[in-house]
RNA sequence: CGGGAUGUAGCGCAGCUUGGUAGCGCACCUCGCUUGGGACGAGGGGGUCGCAGGUUCAAAUCCUGUCAUCCCGACCA
């Protein structure tokens, strides 16, 4: 390709809007342009990326006995009606009606459309198991989208979906799928981590994400999730479905009779602790949300902080919330109280159902509020003072150097970008749609489903956050948008011209991927263009020429050597 | 949806406080000059100042409404 025709515009400044880096530099370096929020062009470059991350995906799912079909990008309501999530899935699924007023859906995901696919063409149990793929646009109207291509409404991904007769051939549809998912992410440069995870909206029991691991250091951290992680046994998960031993702490206020005291204006776990003059740990922490329009009180030890996502599923909720300071007042009135937020516990509230934390059962003559406004009771002791509620579950996040469940080693904490994603489904969509088969008995059974997938064009900009510097992008030579591209420094001298067209004939001819910077600009312009794109090889055709020699560069790593022409298309052609 | 901010040329911004005929840098076009890290000179094109009302002799500027965008929280590939 000649540079003067390629349809790329560079901009010598950074977007106003963009925050995190692989979203400045893909503007900069003119591979995208929002068309509106949370919706991008992918301009020539940029498409040139994802096609091959694309075919490195078909390359590994067909080899892992995948096949790859298209789902249409407009779905009928009736289907999610059917799977029951055209109630439950939300403001993220776009819904619109066409002209003779029937309700579609823009694809979010595909599991009702897949699920209608395996129950009209899979009849028998000798047909499976099979999984189909698909990689296309799909749509979820975000709340928040930000970061480029990291978090847009429109995006492109990989969905897979396996059937399988039982569960042990699940779990084998799911190993070989997380195989695959790891020779993917290599061979696009990336190093990942397959994390335990909540299932979410989507369903289901087992799943795994495949996190690329940002470093905490970058100024603006593009990754969105916490990963906890053993540096010992290798346990890891994201933070919504971490679990841990507690460190041993006081868990006993101390306190000798069971009162009533005065605490006026303190309504913060750290004002309490400082007034009483005694450690958080020792505090039982009564948290008002809303699960689903529900009022639920969370109970948690003072030092910790509940996961919101574990606290929903506990009680199997679509939705969650801290409760408004009027949703609060309205609970009080129920509940014959006046108390404000800070001061509330959980003992005689009415139409709220209490759930605690693990962590509250320990604690003895310990501080809870009793909705009285600046009142705290101390020494309160569970069937004493305050009943212990029936629902005790795992609702805490877990923190930083906890012990790791499985070899009791500190756990760590790492950032993360989500690109891949695998869920064993089970019988979710097969029992809800009456996807079935007749099994080797003759008996007519759900399909045991897995789904599974990769977030195309995230893992672009996964890349790119992983891999640039200050000059612009450093692609991973298998994703690149072209391999090499040679700059005659000055497009007057007739001798770097005839060089630089001679080793552009020859790679094109070797069917390389080469661009040629053929522009009639500056040496600082063409060099300074081509680090920003990122191209991973550069031949720069300058003075040296007289003595046959070129510059070669590796953009990985900045180092350049010096050799001939038929050198440098050598080694390009041993790549 | 809640909290904060911003809308002026393709991009980055000034002008607004104190109303008076819309500016700067980059990019773009022409000519010259220049060619190893985003040169220089001369000339040129491009904007209903987000939109709609209002105040005023006069509105980018003041007022009201509205839309959009960005940042912080809940969502997720």
Redesign the pocket.
């Known amino acids: 390709m000649r540079m003067s025709k390629l349809f790329v ?9 963009a ?1 995190v880096i692989s979203h400045k530099l893909l503007v ?1 370096a003119g591979y995208i342009r ?1 068309l ?3 919706v991008y062009n992918y301009l020539p470059l940029m498409w040139r990326v994802l096609k091959k991350i694309e075919n490195i995906v078909r390359e590994e799912m067909d080899n892992a006995g995948a096949q790859e079909l298209l789902m249409p990008f407009v779905q009928p309501a009736e289907l999610w009606h059917e799977s029951g999530r055209w109630d439950v899935y939300g403001k ?1 699924l776009m819904r619109l009606k066409d002209r003779h007023n029937r309700e579609m859906c823009l694809g979010p ?1 595909h599991e009702e459309v897949i699920t209608s696919i395996g129950r009209e063409g899979i009849r028998s149990y000798k047909q499976l198991p099979v999984n189909l793929y698909q990689i296309q646009s799909k749509f ?1 109207d ?6 480029g291509l990291l ?2 409404r429109e ?1 492109i ?1 990989k969905d897979a979906y396996s059937f399988d007769a039982d569960e042990q051939g699940l779990d084998k549809s799911y190993e070989i799928m997380a195989k695959a998912y790891n020779k993917i992410f290599e061979r696009c440069g990336l190093e990942t981590k397959m994390v335990q995870s909540d299932s ?3 369903g289901g029991s087992v799943s795994h ?1 495949f996190m690329v691991l940002v470093n905490e250091e970058a100024e603006n951290n593009a990754g ?2 916490d990963v906890f992680y053993c540096t010992k046994c290798g346990y890891s998960a994201n933070s919504n479905h971490a679990v841990s031993i507690l460190n041993p702490v006081e868990t006993d206020g101390k306190f000798e009779t069971a009162q009533i005291v005065d605490t006026p204006n303190v309504h913060s776990i750290e004002g309490l602790a400082e007034f009483l003059k005694v450690p958080q740990s020792v505090i039982c922490k009564c948290l008002i949300y809303v699960i689903d329009g529900k009022y639920v009180a969370a109970l948690i030890r003072g030092d910790r902080t509940v996961e ?2 574990k606290l ?1 599923n506990a009680f199997q909720g679509n ?3 801290i409760a408004r300071n009027d949703e609060i007042d309205e609970i009080m009135q129920a509940s014959g109280f006046n108390a404000i937020a800070g001061f509330i516990g959980p003992k005689g509230l009415k139409n709220v159902e209490i759930i605690a934390d693990e962590t509250v059962k320990e604690l003895k003559n310990f501080v809870i509020g009793i909705n009285q406004t600046d009142k705290h009771l101390i020494g309160a002791n569970w069937g004493i003072d305050v009943e212990l509620p029936q629902k005790t579950e795992d609702i805490r996040l877990v923190e930083e150097n906890d012990k790791c469940v499985d070899c009791g080693a500190p756990l760590k904490v790492t950032k993360g970008i ?4 695998i869920f064993k489904l089970g019988t979710k969509y097969s029992k809800a749609m009456n996807a079935t088969f007749t099994d080797k008995d003759g008996q007519e059974k759900p399909f045991i489903m897995g789904c599974y ?3 195309i ?2 893992t672009a900009a996964a890349a790119v956050e992983r891999h640039h510097d200050e ?1 612009g992008i450093k692609w991973p030579l298998a994703i690149a948008p072209y391999t090499v591209i040679i700059v005659p ?5 007739e001798t770097q011209m005839k060089v630089a067209e001679d080793i552009y004939q020859k790679l094109l001819d070797a069917k390389i991927e080469v661009i040629l910077d053929d522009r ?6 063409k ?3 081509a ?2 794109i990122g191209i991973p090889y550069r031949i ?5 020429i007289q003595d046959n020699l ?2 070669f ?1 590796e953009r990985a790593t900045n180092n ?1 050597i010096t050799i001939t022409p038929e050198e440098a298309v050598k080694r390009i052609l041993a790549l």
Not at 489 to 493: A, P, R
Not at 520 to 525: D, I, K, P, W, Y
């Open positions: 515009q560079t901009l010598r400044e950074f977007p106003s809007d925050e900069r929002k509106t929020n949370g993220e995901t979820r975000e709340i928040r989208p930000r970061f978090r847009g995006f991904m979410g909206a989507i994400e969105e999730n919101e996502t929903m939705d969650i919330r989500e690109v891949g994603n997938g990769i977030g064009s995230r000059y420094v000055s497009d007057q001298d009639q600009e500056r040496a600082g312009v060099l300074k263009d680090d920003l720069t055709v300058g003075k040296t070129v510059e560069k350049t």
